[in-house]
C-alpha cells in the first residue's frame, strides 16, 4: 500500500504513464493517499514503452491531479492532436483539453524554446523562455516543472511560479547535465532580477 506522510505538502508523480508510474491501479492508489493526506498532487509525463497506455486508463488519477507537465511530444501524443509547425496557441488549446477534461485542474505544456504554456480551462498564459546561450538542454524540461513547484510550495501566484520555472530552465541550459547548473532559489531569482525586462 501506498505510504504519505501526515503533513507532506506535495506529492510529484515524476515519468507518469512509465515504469515504475505505468500501473493505473497502483497510481491511483498512491495518488488518492497523497490527497487524502491533504497533499498539492503534480506530474510530469513520459510517453509510455512497451505497453499502450492512454489517458483513459489514468483516468482515476487525472482527477486528483492538481499540476501536470507534459511537453509538446507528450501532449499531441496523449490528446491525439498532431500540430503543423509552429505550433500555435489554438494546438497548445487542443493539447491541454485532453487533460482538462479527464479531470486535470491546471495543465502547463513545455514549450521548449518557446517557454511554456498554462491553463486551468478558464485561463490561458504564456510565458516565453528567457534568450540564453545553449550549453546542453538535457533536464531542462525537469528543471522547469522543478522551479515551478518550488515557486508553488512557496504560495506565489501561477504568473510568478512560470516565470520561476523558466528561469530554471535557462540556468540548466547554461551548463552540461541535468544537475550542474541550477544550485539554488537565490541563484534564480537573482537571473530574475537580471532579466526583469525579458
Not at 505510504?3 to 515504475?20: C, D, H, N, Q, Y
Not at 501566484?157 to 551548463?175: D, N, V
Amino acid at each position: 500500500p501506498a505510504v504519505i506522510e501526515t503533513g507532506v505538502k506535495l506529492v510529484s508523480l515524476a515519468s507518469l504513464f512509465r515504469a515504475p508510474l505505468n500501473d493505473p491501479q497502483a497510481v491511483y492508489l498512491l495518488a488518492r493517499k497523497a490527497k487524502e493526506n491533504g497533499a498539492i498532487l503534480c506530474a510530469d509525463t513520459k510517453v509510455p514503452v512497451f505497453q499502450d497506455l492512454k489517458l483513459d486508463n489514468f483516468r482515476k488519477t487525472l482527477e486528483l491531479i492538481d499540476y501536470i507537465f507534459p511537453n509538446e511530444t507528450e501532449a499531441a501524443f496523449f490528446s491525439g492532436h498532431l500540430p503543423d509547425d509552429p505550433i500555435t496557441n489554438e494546438d497548445y488549446r487542443i493539447m491541454a483539453k485532453a487533460f482538462l477534461e479527464l479531470g486535470v485542474k491546471n495543465v502547463i505544456i513545455k514549450a521548449g524554446k518557446e517557454g511554456c504554456f498554462f491553463t486551468d480551462g478558464k485561463t490561458e498564459l504564456i510565458r516565453k523562455a528567457f534568450p540564453v546561450s545553449i550549453t546542453d538542454s538535457t533536464g531542462a524540461g525537469d528543471n522547469l516543472t522543478a522551479g515551478f513547484i518550488s515557486s508553488l510550495l512557496e504560495g506565489k501566484k501561477i504568473p510568478e511560479c512560470l516565470a520561476f520555472a523558466c528561469a530554471t530552465a535557462a540556468i540548466s541550459l547554461q551548463s552540461s547535465g541535468a544537475v550542474s547548473g541550477v544550485k539554488s532559489k537565490a541563484q534564480v531569482r537573482a537571473f530574475l532580477d537580471q532579466h526583469a525586462n525579458k
